[in-house]
């Protein structure tokens, strides 16, 4: 920590002037070197300094004494933010005004008698500004003020959740690995997903779609990645519920603030979301793990003990942020609650609760979260641990004689990923996913290089039976291709073969499609009226019937 005199070697001669008189020494430097050195001699009296200590207000001798707390230092925003505004004054203004002889905060009492400085850190995201207890102060002030201040603690006492507020319980499971797995199948398909996933809010889809580019399973262009999907799913349901939370937990591309709901960044902010997810972790890991805890108070107490937990440099008027809901500027710490508390409420009931960690309490069974306690695999997530999961018993694949197919979470994921791509996707039904084989779907999975052989052996090694009806069409299928279609046409009867040929040589030849006949043809749905032109311009009427 920067010493007394290199502290006040920054002021100017007049400041140096005002220290003198708050700690009522005289003052007889010619210039400011030489009132750097009287200043240090004299400041550096343990009786001296007992006097001054003496004249200091209870909220002085609060911040005095939090600092030393904080190694005798902390980002000057935040000390300001505590203990109030240093007014930022010119050396002439200074001498009309004189703040020293009236200072509007602790801060400023503090910072006219030099007992408190500003200075420039080295942190991890680069030089600071901190406001710090001088080194040689600091020792003799916290031993001056009592032995029993001198290392007061930073409190953080989070409130017991009432019982109001756990009314309605989600505990948490392994569920997350089924989602994995329909959005997983969707994404391959094209698919929209949302018909295998109940319950499941928008925001949770988006954080599993952004981890699955975060570890790797979709490539740059969003698109799925098949071989890492695969050894994915090669993977234990517990091997892949602790990749997903320590992917999660590390990374620093995975912005969680981005995916906070009601929240819109603009621009390019310097995020560190990993640090982040460690301090949340480190506050929880003091807690009772078989204890309820306030979601409303856990916040209240970051606020108050680490409320630059995710702007190290008190950044709140430079970051731009709104509110999606409002189209408003969240600028300013007066906004904490809504930026740094909804994301915070976002991991507690967000991310943290989807892979596990914690169970959440209700006041209404719709509401949101009110409350938390550790889940009975926490303990292993926090320490990075394999989780000790509850067993699932492997179920075989159903198939009905009209195609089809029921496949609860008892399936293995890798099965059931690769037997949804060839099919359609019907509304979970008593707790399972249902789909059916169509010649559409079968189409689809041909268009991406699915072949209906591997949907036979598929269902030859998983399905408790396959009826016969089924085997034969499918066997069919990948020999012949579809062997009947049933579809809405628009066709067009002309008068003679001459009519017909007189139509394919005009510009209306676009609209013919297919020809069945000498005479009949299959057009575009909705060109009758450009072919009705045509017609009679070539010298025929065209007669439209239902």
């Given at each position: 920590?920067?010493?007394?005199?290199?502290?006040?070697?920054?002021?100017?001669?007049?400041?140096?002037?005002?220290?003198?008189?708050?700690?009522?020494?005289?003052?007889?430097?010619?210039?400011?070197?030489?009132?750097?050195?009287?200043?240090?001699?004299?400041?550096?009296?343990?009786?001296?300094?007992?006097?001054?200590?003496?004249?200091?207000?209870?909220?002085?001798?609060?911040?005095?004494?939090?600092?030393?707390?904080?190694?005798?230092?902390?980002?000057?925003?935040?000390?300001?933010?505590?203990?109030?505004?240093?007014?930022?004054?010119?050396?002439?203004?200074?001498?009309?005004?004189?703040?020293?002889?009236?200072?509007?905060?602790?801060?400023?009492?503090?910072?006219?008698?030099?007992?408190?400085?500003?200075?420039?850190?080295?942190?991890?995201?680069?030089?600071?500004?901190?406001?710090?207890?001088?080194?040689?102060?600091?020792?003799?002030?916290?031993?001056?003020?009592?032995?029993?201040?001198?290392?007061?603690?930073?409190?953080?006492?989070?409130?017991?959740?009432?019982?109001?507020?756990?009314?309605?319980?989600?505990?948490?499971?392994?569920?997350?690995?089924?989602?994995?797995?329909?959005?997983?199948?969707?994404?391959?398909?094209?698919?929209?997903?949302?018909?295998?996933?109940?319950?499941?809010?928008?925001?949770?889809?988006?954080?599993?779609?952004?981890?699955?580019?975060?570890?790797?399973?979709?490539?740059?262009?969003?698109?799925?990645?098949?071989?890492?999907?695969?050894?994915?799913?090669?993977?234990?349901?517990?091997?892949?519920?602790?990749?997903?939370?320590?992917?999660?937990?590390?990374?620093?591309?995975?912005?969680?603030?981005?995916?906070?709901?009601?929240?819109?960044?603009?621009?390019?902010?310097?995020?560190?979301?990993?640090?982040?997810?460690?301090?949340?972790?480190?506050?929880?890991?003091?807690?009772?793990?078989?204890?309820?805890?306030?979601?409303?108070?856990?916040?209240?107490?970051?606020?108050?003990?680490?409320?630059?937990?995710?702007?190290?440099?008190?950044?709140?008027?430079?970051?731009?942020?709104?509110?999606?809901?409002?189209?408003?500027?969240?600028?300013?710490?007066?906004?904490?609650?809504?930026?740094?508390?909804?994301?915070?409420?976002?991991?507690?009931?967000?991310?943290?609760?989807?892979?596990?960690?914690?169970?959440?309490?209700?006041?209404?069974?719709?509401?949101?979260?009110?409350?938390?306690?550790?889940?009975?695999?926490?303990?292993?997530?926090?320490?990075?641990?394999?989780?000790?999961?509850?067993?699932?018993?492997?179920?075989?694949i159903q198939i009905r004689s009209k195609g089809e197919i029921r496949m609860t979470t008892n399936v293995p994921h890798k099965t059931r990923y690769q037997v949804a791509r060839f099919c359609e996707w019907h509304p979970v039904k008593a707790e399972a996913y249902l789909y059916a084989i169509s010649p559409a779907s079968l189409s689809r999975a041909e268009k991406q290089g699915l072949r209906v052989a591997h949907l036979l052996s598929l269902l030859k090694k998983y399905s408790e039976v396959i009826?016969?009806?089924?085997?034969?069409?499918?066997?069919?299928?990948?020999?012949?291709?579809?062997?009947?279609?049933?579809?809405?046409?628009?066709?067009?009867?002309?008068?003679?073969?001459?009519?017909?040929?007189?139509?394919?040589?005009?510009?209306?030849?676009?609209?013919?499609?297919?020809?069945?006949?000498?005479?009949?043809?299959?057009?575009?749905?909705?060109?009758?009226?450009?072919?009705?032109?045509?017609?009679?311009?070539?010298?025929?009427?065209?007669?439209?019937?239902?």
């Open positions: 920590m920067p010493d007394l005199r290199h502290s006040l070697s920054k002021m100017d001669y007049n400041h140096l002037k005002i220290v003198a008189e708050k700690w009522r020494l005289p003052f007889t430097a010619p210039d400011a070197r030489e009132g750097v050195k009287q200043l240090v001699e004299h400041l550096l009296d343990f009786e001296t300094l007992q006097e001054i200590l003496e004249t200091l207000t209870s909220p002085e001798k609060e911040a005095l004494l939090w600092l030393d707390s904080l190694d005798g230092k902390e980002p000057w925003p935040h000390f300001i933010r505590r203990f109030g505004e240093v007014r930022e004054m010119g050396e002439g203004r200074v001498d009309r005004e004189r703040p020293d002889r009236d200072p509007t905060s602790p801060a400023e009492g503090l910072w006219y008698r030099a007992l408190v400085a500003r200075g420039f850190f080295e942190t991890d995201s680069g030089p600071l500004e901190f406001a710090y207890i001088p080194g040689d102060i600091r020792s003799m002030v916290m031993i001056l003020l009592g032995p029993a201040n001198s290392s007061l603690p930073r409190e953080f006492v989070c409130r017991k959740a009432i019982l109001r507020e756990r009314k309605h319980l989600l505990t948490t499971s392994d569920i997350c690995l089924d989602h994995t797995c329909t959005l997983l199948s969707g994404l391959r398909m094209n698919l929209d997903p949302d018909v295998h996933l109940p319950g499941v809010s928008q925001n949770e889809a988006d954080f599993y779609r952004t981890l699955f580019s975060t570890i790797g399973l979709l490539a740059d262009d969003e698109s799925p990645a098949p071989e890492k999907i695969r050894n994915f799913f090669d993977k234990t349901l517990e091997e892949r519920l602790l990749l997903l939370w320590q992917t999660w937990r590390t990374s620093d591309t995975h912005q969680d603030l981005s995916l906070t709901p009601d929240i819109q960044i603009e621009g390019i902010l310097e995020l560190t979301p990993g640090r982040v997810r460690e301090l949340v972790i480190s506050l929880l890991k003091n807690l009772d793990p078989k204890t309820w805890w306030s979601i409303e108070s856990f916040i209240s107490q970051v606020k108050e003990n680490y409320p630059d937990f995710q702007r190290i440099g008190g950044e709140y008027d430079s970051w731009y942020i709104k509110s999606k809901s409002t189209g408003e500027y969240l600028r300013g710490f007066n906004h904490w609650d809504d930026v740094e508390g909804a994301l915070l409420k976002y991991l507690l009931a967000g991310p943290m609760h989807w892979l596990g960690l914690l169970d959440l309490g209700l006041i209404e069974e719709d509401g949101q979260p009110a409350s938390f306690r550790f889940s009975a695999y926490a303990d292993n997530l926090i320490n990075n641990q394999v989780p000790s999961l509850t067993g699932r018993n492997t179920e075989k009826p016969p009806n089924i085997l034969a069409a499918l066997e069919r299928w990948e020999k012949q291709g579809v062997q009947s279609s049933v579809a809405q046409k628009t066709i067009l009867r002309l008068g003679s073969p001459v009519v017909l040929k007189s139509l394919k040589k005009s510009k209306a030849s676009r609209y013919i499609l297919e020809q069945l006949g000498p005479t009949v043809v299959i057009i575009r749905e909705g060109s009758e009226d450009k072919i009705a032109e045509v017609l009679v311009e070539l010298g025929f009427f065209l007669e439209l019937e239902d």
